[in-house]
Every structure is written in C-alpha cells, then in structure tokens.
C-alpha cells in the first residue's frame, strides 16, 4: 500500500511539473505573440482594484442611479444631479454605435463640487483645470454649478460638458485594456464628442506638427497642449477618412489583445505607424 501510495504520488508531481512546464511555455508563446499581454492582464487587475476602492471611497456620498450610470455627488449639487446623469445617459448609445461596442456594466460617476475638489482626488496642483477626467473605469466630473452660470446651465452643459468625450475614453479604454497612446484617446474622444455635440476644441497657438514619436512618449510634457489635443483630431480624422471605421476599432482590439502599436496598425492597416506618419504628413 505504502508503494502503491509512492507511486501515485509520484505520478501525480511528475503530471503537476509536466502542468507547470506546459503553463510556462504557453505564457512565453502569448509574450512573444503578444507582447503587452502582461500588462493588459495586470492593469485590468489594477482597473478593477480603483473602480472598487472609489467606490468605497464615496460611499457615504448622496447617489443618483439610471440605467447604466450610477452618479456620486455631494450636497450642494443636488440641483445638476439629474442634468449631469440624464446627460450620461443620453449619449450612451450614441457613443456606443460609434464605438461599437457596449460595457455590459452600470458605469461610476463621481461629481465634484469645485476644481480644488477634483484636483485633489488626483493630487493635481491647485491651479490644474478640467472640466472631466477618466480614469481606470471611473469617470469624473466637475459640477456644472462650479462653470456654467445658471441662466444657461442647462444648454451648455449638454453642448460643452465633458459627459461625451470621458464616456468615449471608457470604452477606449475597456477596449484596448489600457495598451494605447494619449493621442489615440484623445483624438477618438474628441472625434466621438463632436459627433455628438458639435463642440470642437479651438486651437491657439501654431500648428507646427509634433513628432508622433513625442506624442506617444510625452503627451502631457509638450508645450503647446492645444496642438498636441488638434494634432491628435487630425491624426484619428486623417486614419477614418484613409481606412474607414472598422480598421480603427480593430486597432483598438489588437491593443487589447496584447500587440504593440506597431504591431496593430500593421494587422489592421497593413502598414507601421512610421508608414502611417508619413501618409499624415503628405496630406498635410
């Protein structure tokens, strides 16, 4: 019996270490195959700890539910509540059509009162403005009451506040698992967003054309933010009118399987982002 028990248990490593080993290699093919995998698997791991954790954070916050967005506020707010989710919901099937796609899930929105507010929830500088900000699977807005002056509260909120482009940078984002450039975001956002509403950021400053290169590395350190925020509408505009619709959701998709960029444009489109650049630049 004691041999009997040997032999079974010896079998049973050998099939645990054969298990292992075949684990290994699996894991090693899907890296070289797919080489931002690894992240894509950790930062969902990581998006779903911070959606928890905000929650948690605001529980004792009023609440506001529709049917696909679940709305956090504070009092004072209470009279831009309904605006703010009945605006949320307005554009959720607009943007999912565009998008092609649909989360599945009731969507967090945490509303402050005030920029010194929101700032600090991201442990921004006091003098940092934004009107929303996305950030893993959460959507964060500042109250109307805090911009918009109260004859026309309503009117320009639908048309200007951030509820369109931060939903667009959700499902960007959901899509290609976090693997993806502030441009592209930025760019789909903005293209989705004035779809919808009309509103266009206006551009101040020159158009000098900044190296995709620096738009992919140092987004946010570039010195004129207004150009990099144009150049990446352009950029999008320029692969929708070139490729179509479809290639650019794919682009998302191949993201979030795990491919590089290079890699994504080139099964979407058949060409690098170098290649695409270039193209860019000779329509310019």
């Not at 899930?105 to 600090?120: E, V």
């Not at 934004?130 to 909120?157: H, K």
């Not at 993201?255 to 099964?267: E, I, K, R, Y």
Request: hydrophobic share 45%; proline share 6%; net charge negative.
């Amino acid at each position: 019996m004691i041999r009997d028990l040997f032999f079974y248990t010896g079998g049973g490593v050998k099939f645990l270490i054969k298990g292992i080993i075949a684990a290994i290699i699996v894991v090693i093919f899907l890296t070289v195959k797919y080489p931002y995998l690894p992240k894509v698997m950790t930062y969902k791991v990581f998006r779903e700890y911070a959606r928890i954790s905000m929650n948690w954070e605001t529980r004792h916050w009023q609440e506001l539910a529709g049917g696909n967005f679940v709305l956090r506020f504070q009092p004072g707010d209470e009279n831009v509540a309904k605006l703010v989710l009945a605006t949320a919901e307005a554009a959720y099937a607009p943007v999912n059509e565009r998008m092609s796609f649909s989360p599945g899930i009731k969507i967090p929105i945490i509303l402050y009162p005030d920029n010194l507010a929101l700032n600090k929830s991201f442990g921004w500088p006091a003098d940092e403005r934004a009107m929303g900000v996305y950030w893993a699977g959460v959507i964060r807005v500042l109250s109307p009451n805090a911009w918009i002056q109260e004859e026309d509260l309503i009117a320009r909120f639908q048309s200007e506040g951030p509820i369109p482009h931060e939903y667009t940078h959700f499902i960007v984002d959901y899509l290609a698992g976090g693997n993806y450039p502030r441009w592209l975001t930025e760019g789909i956002a903005q293209r989705v967003e004035r779809e919808i509403t009309g509103y266009e950021m206006p551009l101040t400053g020159t158009e000098a054309f900044y190296p995709l290169g620096d738009m992919d590395d140092k987004f946010d350190l570039l010195p004129n933010q207004s150009v990099a925020y144009r150049q990446s509408l352009a950029l999008v505009d320029f692969f929708v009118q070139t490729y179509g619709e479809g290639p650019l959701n794919q682009v998302l998709q191949e993201l979030g399987h795990g491919q590089s960029m290079d890699q994504a444009f080139l099964n979407s489109i058949g060409c690098t982002m170098k290649d695409f650049e270039a193209q860019f630049l000779r329509q310019e």
